[in-house]
């Protein structure tokens, strides 16, 4: 299999044939039905409302919520909680692909990548004739919020090189840490089965706003001070940090090509991530396209496009 945040030489690749699944979205509460469709090359991905009738190319400049999940607007069509089904396409080296939605949100399975991982390994994955890119990252650029923090800076290495600390003090998350070069056999067997969290304590502040509606112990690690209330309990001793990093994974594949980097970060979320991006396209000398330097036969290769865009909350 092609590197993870792949080594620049190679082609594009897309899925080899349409798979789907039906579940319930994290926040919405609603049942929603998915399919990863193969996709030309270049097109890279996209989310398709397909009760809407609208495209939602998955770029970070189109972010418009950060609020415990990862959404994307484009005027009022939404999707939201794309950050999974992007690690794990990110994951299986997979660029180009069309993923169709009945609903405003990717359905949250059982709040990891895995699902979405099975599924494509389900569905196959093909090279294509076009050559990949890549973002090599040329100089530091960190952003910040109080204590936490996030930076890409240059690597030696082919693909993305992550490391990240998260800390919830007096809960059964504690501190914890992880550094990891990204390969698809680090990210399948390290990141991908890891699932999301959350307090107790705001399950019912969350849903008091309209957040978690779908949430329950099958979608979610709950954690109630030192207490972890699922009762299989976790599925590794730092799940809590792994699945932080797996968002990374999935936040950072919004860049629209793998990256070429170093990734360091300190209680960084979806909000850092994208603002991490952000900041990154604002400054055209912190970056610039690597193409892979195979040549392109059959359908002409669309070229690798980004753009800056204000910062969200």
Known sequence: MDGFFPVVSGRRRTLKSAIGCVGIGLHSGNRVSLRLCPAPAGQGIVFRRTDLGVD???????????????????????VGTVEHVMAALAGCGVDDATVELDGP?????DGSAAPFVFLIDCAGV??????????????????G???????????????????????????????????????????RTVLADARTFTLAEDVARLRAVGLARGGSLDNAVVVDGPLVLNPGGLRHPEEFVRHKLLDVVGDLALAGAPLKARFRGHRSGHA???????????????????????SAGGPAHMPLAVAAAPAVA
């Open 105 to 109: 949100e990717v359905p949250i399975l």
């Open 145 to 187: 919020d109080g204590e936490s923090w996030a930076e890409l800076s240059p690597s030696p290495r082919a693909g993305l090189d992550a490391t990240l600390s998260i800390e919830f003090e007096g809960t059964a998350v504690g501190h914890q840490a992880i550094s990891l070069v990204i390969t698809p056999d680090a990210f």
């Open 56 to 78: 939602l190319p998955a770029r970070h400049d189109l972010v418009s919520d950060t609020r415990l999940c990862t959404a994307l607007s484009l005027g009022e069509a939404r």
């Open 272 to 294: 850092l991530n994208n603002r991490l991006l952000r900041a990154l396209f604002a400054d055209a000398s912190a970056w610039r396209v690597q193409d892979s330097g195979v």
């Open 126 to 143: 093909t090279p294509t004739p076009a050559p990949r890119e890549a973002i090599e990252v040329l100089k530091t650029v960190r952003v």
